[in-house]
């Protein structure tokens, strides 16, 4: 009986410690899986094209030092983000923050992409333009100013003085 | 659209695009501006390299201008640069405190022994930690602390003469008149 009881406790003190080894190792793959999803979104200063997570620069490996430590004291994602922008500035941020600085960056594209809509737009529906696309719009008007233009060129020599002179074919050739 | 728009836009546009291009053709994109440029210099109490049972803290260069100089044996660009210090020390331009970051004392003092020390202080940062709370990411770099302990300007990587002539020593003038 005595043995028995003896190997039942053994049995509860061993189930008891395999949980408990258990969670120490999830909530370890849980704090694993948050450093690498944070490290993956902040710059290593010194390769400048790697994250933290990717790179084996010593300063890299500090930085994750810290970032474990300071995730392991409780501090969450955005103090830890805190702590290296006020050190290193928002380039070690992949993803910038929208401020006054960065509305070029975050809005440029859209502009552009905007204006490039409105010519599109503007191009597209005007039909006294010959590049309309709408064959049916006269582009006499263009073809006076193109012909004019022509002869205008075809005049101007003769109108410079200092090309009055006449050329030579061969000089002309060349 | 008029007709003016139709030539001076594109030109426009290509003539952004190249000046943008042209100001990033001197920039250096390993320089990562600080943003500790005027702010309080980060508090540390180190080790002195050649006196381990002394501290020096932040807090005893108050009413000083110095320059915190971060250099380490391994390093190779702070041999560039080291003659330049040694020279500003030897003139007594200014308080310079040496940061051994990630050095072995022995090696570190072994080094300023063969090529001169520069620095009222040296203090050890074994660990790299207070380097962190400096922003540092690569050796040397060199800050500017005024009177009132705020980094005034940062130099990233060697000290060169043109930098000293044209920025760090008119600051230090600067400052030290203030």
């Given at each position: 009986?005595?043995?028995?009881?003896?190997?039942?406790r053994?049995?509860a003190?061993?189930?008891?410690?395999t949980?408990?080894?258990?969670?120490?190792?999830?909530?370890d793959?849980?704090?694993?899986?948050?450093?690498?999803?944070?490290?993956g979104e902040?710059r290593?200063?010194?390769?400048?094209?790697?994250?933290?997570?990717?790179?084996?620069?010593?300063?890299?490996?500090?930085?994750?030092?810290e970032?474990?430590?300071?995730?392991?004291?409780?501090k969450?994602?955005d103090?830890?983000?805190?702590?290296?922008?006020?050190?290193?500035?928002?380039f070690?941020?992949?993803?910038?923050?929208?401020?006054?600085?960065?509305?070029l960056?975050?809005?440029?594209?859209?502009?552009?992409?905007?204006?490039?809509?409105?010519?599109?737009?503007?191009?597209?529906?005007?039909?006294?333009?010959?590049?309309?696309?709408?064959?049916e719009a006269?582009?006499?008007?263009?073809?006076a100013?193109?012909?004019?233009?022509?002869?205008?060129?075809?005049?101007a020599?003769?109108?410079?003085?200092r090309?009055a002179?006449?050329?030579?074919?061969?000089t002309?050739?060349? | 659209?008029?007709?003016?728009?139709?030539?001076t836009?594109?030109?426009?546009?290509f003539?952004?695009?190249?000046?943008?291009?042209?100001?990033?053709?001197?920039?250096?994109?390993?320089?990562v501006?600080?943003p500790?440029?005027?702010?309080?210099?980060?508090?540390?109490a180190?080790?002195?390299?050649?006196?381990?049972d002394?501290?020096?803290?932040?807090?005893?260069?108050?009413?000083?201008?110095?320059?915190?100089?971060?250099?380490?044996?391994?390093?190779?660009?702070?041999r560039?640069?080291h003659?330049?210090?040694?020279e500003?020390?030897?003139?007594?331009?200014?308080?310079?405190?040496?940061?051994?970051?990630?050095?072995k004392?022995?090696?570190?003092?072994?080094?300023?022994?063969a090529?001169?020390d520069?620095?009222?202080?040296?203090?050890?940062?074994?660990?790299?930690r207070?380097?962190?709370?400096?922003?540092?990411?690569?050796?040397?770099?060199?800050f500017?602390?005024?009177?009132?302990?705020?980094?005034?300007?940062?130099?990233?990587?060697?000290?060169?003469?043109?930098?000293?002539?044209?920025?760090?020593?008119?600051?230090?003038?600067?400052?030290?008149?203030?």
């Open positions: 009986m005595l043995s028995r009881g003896f190997s039942w053994w049995t003190i061993l189930l008891l410690a949980g408990a080894a258990t969670a120490q190792v999830s909530a793959g849980a704090l694993d899986s948050r450093l690498k999803r944070l490290e902040l290593c200063l010194v390769c400048q094209n790697q994250t933290l997570a990717d790179s084996n620069a010593p300063l890299a490996e500090d930085l994750r030092r970032v474990r430590e300071l995730a392991v004291a409780g969450s994602d103090q830890i983000r805190a702590f290296l922008t006020e050190r290193y500035g928002d070690v941020l992949y993803n910038p923050p929208v401020k006054r600085t960065t509305w960056l975050w809005f440029g594209p859209f502009i552009l992409l905007a204006a490039g809509a409105l010519m599109w737009w503007r191009i597209g529906t005007n039909p006294s333009r010959p590049d309309s696309g709408a064959p006269p582009s006499r008007d263009d073809d100013t193109a012909a004019a233009r022509g002869q205008a060129l075809l005049d020599p003769l109108s410079e003085p090309r002179a006449p050329v030579s074919p061969s002309a050739r060349r | 659209m008029t007709r003016a728009w139709k030539w836009l594109p030109l426009a546009v003539v952004a695009i190249v000046g943008f291009l042209y100001v990033g053709l001197f920039r250096d994109p390993r320089e501006p600080s500790l440029i005027g702010k309080p210099a980060p508090a540390f180190l080790h002195q390299l050649h006196a381990p002394k501290t020096l803290t932040t807090a005893d260069m108050r009413g000083k201008v110095w320059l915190l100089n971060v250099w380490a044996s391994w390093c190779e660009s702070c560039v640069e003659p330049l210090l040694v500003m020390s030897r003139q007594n331009l200014v308080t310079i405190v040496g940061l051994n970051y990630k050095d004392d022995d090696l570190g003092k072994a080094w300023l022994a090529r001169g520069p620095y009222a202080v040296s203090v050890v940062d074994a660990d790299g207070v380097g962190i709370d400096w922003g540092v990411y690569g050796v040397p770099e060199t500017v602390v005024d009177k009132q302990g705020v980094i005034r300007y940062k130099q990233i990587g060697p000290v060169t003469v043109d930098a000293l002539q044209k920025k760090i020593v008119p600051l230090i003038r600067e400052l030290q008149k203030s």
